[in-house]
């Protein structure tokens, strides 16, 4: 792969599956992929999964949303205490084989990517116009961070947790991350997203990441509140652009939220060599390059 240029980025994000992932389904549908070494050990609490070779399915037992989320939360925190994956972190997640509203259970966020199960998040992209052209927040993230420590990030990005919306969770983020007032957080526009399926550490991540921009005047000057950001930096977008372009400073995922807004202002055009695979590759579908053998149902 090559070492700079944008379309490094998304592939990067999106690579192919070189190893086997079991799918996990609820009501005959896909909501996971799982690595078949934690599929070996969910064959040890027959009171929940039934477990083959090629799936992973919920007792028929557990035919409703409370129950199983309930045995979601014990099977949880029986794999943490085993030291099979991170410490619950007492946020919860939707399961869902697409959107949010459609969600069959929820279980704690610590465990998503092990699972294999769709997370949502928020990223705003904050920045100004100034006479020679836009200018773009970006934060650096603490060096305490568990994941990409001292990297950059976009000016307020944070995940989506279960039973809260989406405008109640972007003020919450926007006040923890940049000490942003909800008046001004409200005038933040929703302008799309960006999907990836990433082969990472911990699992397989079928992501979604809703973008929104705002507008800011000169007066205003993000400050963090919760202790995730270690400062903040206003760069030229041509600044910007070029760190995504040459370097790999920021958070992989924020380099996608980047580039979109680069694509939807015109700072990239389409006589771009890139232009339309950066277009057409931002948004994937859930589960790509992974196969379904056959549908399951609950036993």
């Known amino acids: 792969?090559?070492?700079?240029?944008?379309?490094?980025?998304?592939?990067?994000?999106?690579?192919?599956?070189?190893?086997?992932?079991?799918?996990?389904?609820?009501?005959?549908?896909?909501?996971?992929?799982?690595?078949?070494?934690?599929?070996?050990?969910?064959?040890?609490?027959?009171?929940?999964?039934?477990?083959?070779?090629?799936?992973?399915?919920?007792?028929?037992r557990l035919d409703s949303f409370p129950a199983r989320s309930e045995a979601l939360e014990d099977v949880v925190n029986w794999?943490?205490?085993?030291?099979l994956i991170t410490a619950p972190m007492g946020e919860l997640y939707p399961v869902t084989p697409s959107g949010r509203d459609a969600a069959l259970c929820v279980m704690d966020r610590s465990a998503a990517a092990y699972f294999g199960v769709r997370a949502f998040g928020q990223h705003l992209n904050g920045y100004l116009r100034r006479k020679d052209g836009i200018h773009m927040w970006l934060g650096r993230r603490a060096r305490d961070?568990?994941?990409?420590?001292?990297?950059?990030d976009n000016m307020v990005a944070g995940g989506l947790p279960w039973g809260v919306s989406l405008e109640e969770n972007l003020l919450k983020e926007c006040a923890e991350e940049a000490g942003m007032s909800p008046q001004l957080a409200r005038q933040a526009i929703p302008v799309g997203l960006v999907s990836y399926n990433q082969v990472a550490e911990r699992g397989y991540r079928p992501d979604v990441l809703y973008c929104y921009d705002l507008e800011l005047s000169e007066d205003f000057e993000p400050q963090n509140t919760d202790g995730e950001v270690e400062s903040f930096s206003l760069l030229p977008l041509d600044e910007v652009a070029r760190?995504?372009?040459?370097?790999?400073?920021?958070?992989l995922n924020c380099n996608l939220v980047i580039i979109d807004f680069l694509l939807r202002h015109g700072y990239l055009e389409p006589e771009h060599e890139e232009y339309l695979d950066l277009a057409t590759g931002l948004q994937r579908p859930l589960g790509a390059g992974l196969t379904v053998r056959k549908q399951h149902t609950e036993a």
């Open 243 to 251: 760190l995504v372009r040459d370097t790999n400073e920021f958070k």
């Open 145 to 152: 961070r568990l994941i990409f420590p001292g990297a950059l």
């Open 1 to 60: 792969m090559s070492e700079s240029g944008y379309l490094r980025h998304v592939l990067a994000c999106n690579p192919p599956v070189e190893e086997r992932f079991v799918p996990w389904y609820i009501e005959g549908q896909v909501v996971g992929w799982l690595r078949p070494h934690l599929v070996e050990k969910l064959a040890h609490r027959p009171d929940v999964f039934k477990v083959t070779h090629t799936a992973l399915c919920f007792r028929s």
């Open 79 to 83: 794999l943490a205490q085993k030291d």
